[in-house]
C-alpha cells in the first residue's frame, strides 16, 4: 500500500489526508502500528474498527495533537504541521466542552476568528438544527445540542476537510439522519470527510471508503462494493423446475424457499423468464452482506 501513495505536489488535487506509516508507542503499549491510508478530496472515508483499535489516536496524529513515533501526514498536499493546511480543515473532538458562559453564536465567532477565517459559514447553525437557539448559553444545552454545536464549529470557516470523531454518539435519530445529509452536501461541494464512528450502518449509508483498523493496524480498507464482495439476488420461489433452476443460473445459497443467486445484468428478464416457466416468485430482494457482518468477520478472523 506504501508504495501506491504519493503525496505530490501542492494542488487543489492533493489528496485532503496523505497518512503514510503512522506508529505510536504510549510506554510499552502499540496504539498504532504503520497505518497508511488516504482520503481524497470530496469523499468521505469511515473510520471503523473496536475499542482501543487507535482510531483517536490516528486522527490526533493527523491533526498535530498527538506526535508519531514514525510517518508522515499530509493534509490537503501540505505537512500538517503548516498552520496553512490545518487554517482549512474543521475538527469535532470525541471529547469536548465549550465555555458554558457563552451564548452558541458567540461559541462560533470565536472559533471563526481562531480558525482567522473572513468569511464564516453564518448558516451552519440551521444547518445543524440550532437556529432558534443561537443565542442561548451553551451550558444550558443538551449533550446531544452541545454535539450539534460541535458540527457547526468544525464546519464554520468552510473547510476542505472535516474531521469527525464519533459526531452522532449523542444525537437521536433524526439527529444522526440530519447529520447523514449534511455528510452528503458537504461531499456534493468537494468537503473531503473522515468520520469514526461505531455506528455502522451510517458509514455504510455515507462512506464512500471505509478503513477497519483492529489492534492498531489497518485490518481491511476498500471501498463498499470491495469490502461487500459480488451482489447477490435472493427470491422467494415455488414451483421451480429443472428448467427454472437452470435459468437462475449460479445458486450461491438455498434455504427453503429463498433462493441466493449471483446478481444478473437484467433482473427483469430473469423475473418475467421465471413466471413464464411456471415460477411463482413471493419475493426479489438485494442479497449483500452488510457492513457489520463484513465487519464482524474480519475482526473475529484477527483474534
Ligand atoms: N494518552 C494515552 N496514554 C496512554 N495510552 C493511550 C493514550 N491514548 C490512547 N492510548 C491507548 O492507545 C490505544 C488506542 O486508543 P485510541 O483511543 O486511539 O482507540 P480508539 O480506536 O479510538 O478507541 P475507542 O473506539 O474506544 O474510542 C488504547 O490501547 C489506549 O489505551
Not at 20 to 25: A, I, Q, T, Y
Not at 35 to 49: A, C, D, I, K
Not at 150 to 176: K, W
Not at 292 to 298: A, N, P, S
Request: aromatic share 4%; hydrophobic share 45%.
Amino acid at each position: 500500500m506504501t508504495a501506491a501513495l504519493t503525496a505530490g505536489p501542492v494542488t487543489a488535487t492533493s489528496p485532503a489526508v496523505w497518512a503514510d506509516g503512522l506508529r505510536k508507542r504510549y510506554r510499552r503499549r502499540v496504539a498504532v502500528d504503520g497505518v497508511s491510508f488516504t482520503v481524497g478530496r470530496g469523499e468521505v472515508l469511515g473510520l471503523l474498527g473496536p475499542n482501543g483499535a487507535g482510531k483517536t489516536t490516528v486522527i490526533k496524529m493527523l491533526l498535530g495533537l498527538v506526535h508519531p513515533d514514525a510517518g508522515e501526514t499530509m493534509l490537503l498536499g501540505r505537512p500538517s504541521r503548516d498552520p496553512r493546511s490545518r487554517a482549512a480543515v474543521g475538527y469535532l473532538p470525541e471529547l469536548f466542552r465549550y465555555q458554558p458562559w457563552l451564548t452558541a453564536a458567540e461559541v462560533l465567532t470565536l472559533h471563526a476568528r481562531l480558525a482567522g477565517t473572513r468569511d464564516p459559514d453564518r448558516d451552519v447553525l440551521g444547518a445543524v438544527g440550532l437556529a432558534d437557539r443561537a443565542g442561548d448559553r451553551v451550558g444550558g444545552f443538551s449533550k446531544g445540542m452541545q454535539q450539534r454545536l460541535g458540527l457547526a464549529v468544525a464546519l464554520v470557516a468552510r473547510p476542505e476537510l472535516v474531521v469527525l470523531d464519533e459526531p452522532t454518539s449523542a444525537l437521536d435519530p433524526i439527529g444522526r439522519a440530519d447529520v447523514r445529509d449534511l455528510l452528503l452536501a458537504l461531499r456534493e461541494r468537494g468537503v473531503a470527510v473522515l468520520l469514526n464512528s461505531h455506528l455502522i450502518g451510517e458509514v455504510e449509508r455515507v462512506c464512500d471508503r471505509v478503513v477497519i483498523l483492529d489492534k492498531g493496524r489497518v485490518a481491511a480498507s476498500g471501498t463498499l462494493p470491495e469490502l461487500l464482495g459480488a451482489r447477490e439476488l435472493r427470491l422467494r420461489l415455488d414451483a421451480v423446475g429443472d428448467a427454472a433452476a437452470a435459468r437462475l443460473g449460479h445458486v450461491t445459497a438455498r434455504d427453503g424457499d429463498w433462493w441466493t443467486i449471483a446478481l444478473p445484468d437484467d433482473v427483469p428478464a430473469l423475473i418475467s423468464d421465471l413466471v413464464g416457466l411456471g415460477v411463482r416468485v413471493h419475493a426479489v430482494e438485494p442479497g449483500r452482506i452488510s457492513l457489520e457482518d463484513r465487519l464482524l468477520t474480519i475482526l473475529r478472523g484477527n483474534r
